[in-house]
């Protein structure tokens, strides 16, 4: 699976929007762009993924850079219970089977 | 339809001690991966289990560790003679697809905690 390269933390505030980056330059043209989320204590959850254009859904929206090198997954409207480490992760559709995860971004939500 | 279920939630061995970790996928999934999280750091691929079969265990420690997906019942992650590094999050995913697929995601179960005394 190609590198992902996010920041290691970021912090926002409650019932604000947050726009988590993610850089991939050496994406391939069958790479999916997949998000996860690992909330304390818990396993981790799918959040939304992506080909080439932008996604929507109940979670979060996810914006595709046209050139494909870079992404954002957005929390329109953050709570304290969307704490956690995001994961951006890009997956092959012929290749490897595992999910191979980052360090991903640790978001801290301020109330 | 349930999740992944994991159990048991919290395992507690001494050193020298086997741990058999369990995992049922969700319903009509063949495809299931263990991930390891040691304490403050992220989250490691394992192994890859289909039906009866290990596809991928390049993440597997070359000794006392095993695994298992047998054609009835859970999935089986076997730690034998455990140690204090041991000590860890194991998790489990699983999967619908037959074969690799970018455009599916897998759904991981609440893991389970071990803990070597």
């Known amino acids: 699976d190609a590198k992902t390269t996010q920041p290691n933390s970021m912090e926002s505030n409650e019932e604000e929007p947050v726009h988590l980056p993610c850089n991939h330059s050496?994406?391939?043209?069958?790479?999916?762009i997949h998000w996860y989320r690992q909330l304390p204590s818990q396993g981790p959850e799918y959040v939304i993924h992506?080909?080439?254009s932008n996604v929507n859904n109940r979670m979060a929206s996810l914006a595709i850079a046209e050139d494909r090198k870079s992404s954002t997954l957005i929390l329109h409207r953050a709570t304290l219970r969307d704490a956690a480490v995001y994961y951006c992760?890009?997956?092959?559709?012929?290749?490897?089977?595992?999910?191979?995860f980052g360090q991903g971004t640790r978001l801290t939500i301020n109330p | 339809n349930a999740g992944v279920m994991q159990n048991p939630r919290h395992l507690v061995r001494r050193r020298g001690q086997e741990a058999r970790l369990r995992c049922s996928p969700m319903?009509?999934?063949?495809?299931v991966y263990w991930y390891r999280q040691l304490p403050e750091e992220g989250l490691k691929f394992m192994v890859y289990?289909?039906?009866?079969?290990?596809?991928?265990e390049s993440g597997m420690p070359k000794e006392r560790f095993s695994a298992e997906f047998p054609k009835e019942g859970p999935s089986i992650l076997r730690i034998q003679q455990v140690v204090r590094g041991d000590s860890a999050a194991y998790f489990c995913?699983?999967?619908?697809?037959?074969?690799?697929?970018?455009?599916?995601?897998?759904?991981f179960g609440q893991g389970t905690r071990l803990t070597v005394v």
């Open positions: 992760i890009l997956r092959d559709i012929q290749g490897a089977q595992k999910l191979v």
């Open positions: 319903k009509g999934h063949s495809h």
């Open positions: 050496t994406i391939s043209g069958t790479d999916y």
């Open positions: 995913a699983s999967s619908p697809l037959p074969t690799g697929d970018g455009n599916t995601e897998a759904f």
């Open positions: 289990l289909q039906k009866e079969n290990i596809i991928d």
């Open positions: 992506g080909l080439t």
